[in-house]
């Protein structure tokens, strides 16, 4: 038996037949996640360092109508498949937006930039929104980085804790001139978004199958927040007033104050609709907890 190797140095492509496992491993690994095609994933520095691409029948075993390389380009091929399903599954309308072959290209180069670290795919598509925007590539590149964040957001709030909602009972034992120095906590699966193009409305209109009046990916600002009930993701399309007074009361600020913040942001406001607004929200079940002065009741 051989001592050990040196420290810091690799050692080179050992028999193909003599290959540990954890050298499998790495080759199998390398060769199916490469994003060139199969002689170029066989012949990388990676699978090359563990297995000679020419002597690839001493690891992978032909089949009648196969070749070794043949059965591993069947993994290779795969793979890139699986990732496509996987970020399509969660950015069905950049898809739809792009197309199939734009958006294999933009998965083809995003899973090489940020390749599966899981066993799950559950959030492989996590850094897609800022690689778009950093890329700068894509056709409307703005418009398709906020769809991305707008889809991820929904996957995000799907996978968020399910909190319970305050109930009616709750909402109604709250004396009315308490509510004024009333602090709101948001359920979990809830998030807050600002956009300058309307995706909230493309992701709409997608969902809808109503292809005749997908809106124009130009500049228009849209305010969405996007929360969960009983595992079902809503959306809520938001006016910049709305928008303004969840902001202040997700931030912490009582209800009275943050009506007050949300008609100074926003001219020409009237409070009682921003009220009838917040009525709506919590009996939707946006809030799971209303906190009050200790001199209240």
């Keep these: 038996m051989g001592g050990p190797d040196r420290?810091?140095?690799?050692?080179?492509p050992v028999k193909p037949s003599e290959l540990p496992l954890d050298g499998l491993q790495r080759w199998m690994h390398s060769v199916v996640a490469h994003p060139?095609?199969?002689?170029?994933?066989?012949?990388?520095?990676?699978?090359?360092?563990?297995?000679?691409?020419?002597?690839i029948e001493q690891v992978v075993l032909p089949a009648p109508d196969l070749t070794p390389a043949d059965r591993v380009g069947i993994y290779h091929g795969m793979y890139f498949l699986r990732m496509y399903d996987a970020l399509a599954s969660d950015y069905y309308a950049l898809e739809h937006f792009l197309g199939e072959q734009a958006f294999g290209e933009l998965v083809r180069d995003y899973v090489a930039a940020h390749p599966s670290r899981s066993f799950s795919l559950n959030r492989l598509g996590d850094h897609l929104p800022w690689f778009i925007r950093e890329r700068?590539?894509?056709?409307r590149n703005g418009f398709c980085a906020e769809l991305a964040e707008l889809e991820l957001a929904v996957t995000h709030v799907f996978d968020a804790e399910e909190t319970p909602s305050l109930t009616p009972e709750q909402i109604a034992a709250v004396h009315h001139e308490a509510w004024y120095d009333a602090v709101l906590e948001p359920i979990q699966a809830f998030r807050l978004h600002a956009f300058r193009y309307p995706v909230n409305a493309y992701l709409q209109s997608v969902k809808d199958d109503d292809h005749e009046n997908h809106p124009?990916?130009?500049r228009r600002s849209e305010w969405v927040g996007i929360y969960r009930r009983h595992y079902s993701v809503y959306r809520l399309a938001l006016a910049r007033e709305e928008h303004a007074l969840l902001e202040e009361l997700v931030a912490g600020r009582p209800l009275g104050e943050a009506l007050g913040a949300a008609t100074r942001r926003a001219a020409a406001v009237d409070p009682a609709k921003l009220l009838v607004s917040f009525r709506e929200w919590a009996?939707?079940?946006l809030f799971r907890r209303v906190r009050l002065p200790a001199s209240q009741p």
């Excluded at 420290?7 to 080179?12: A, E, S, T």
């Excluded at 060139?36 to 002597?55: F, I, K, M, Q, Y």
């Excluded at 700068?136 to 056709?139: E, P």
Aim: without cysteine.
């Design 7 to 12: 420290p810091g140095i690799r050692p080179g």
């Design 283 to 285: 009996a939707a079940g």
């Design 36 to 55: 060139g095609d199969l002689e170029e994933a066989l012949s990388g520095d990676e699978a090359r360092a563990e297995v000679d691409p020419e002597r």
């Design 216 to 218: 124009a990916p130009r």
């Design 136 to 139: 700068g590539r894509l056709t």
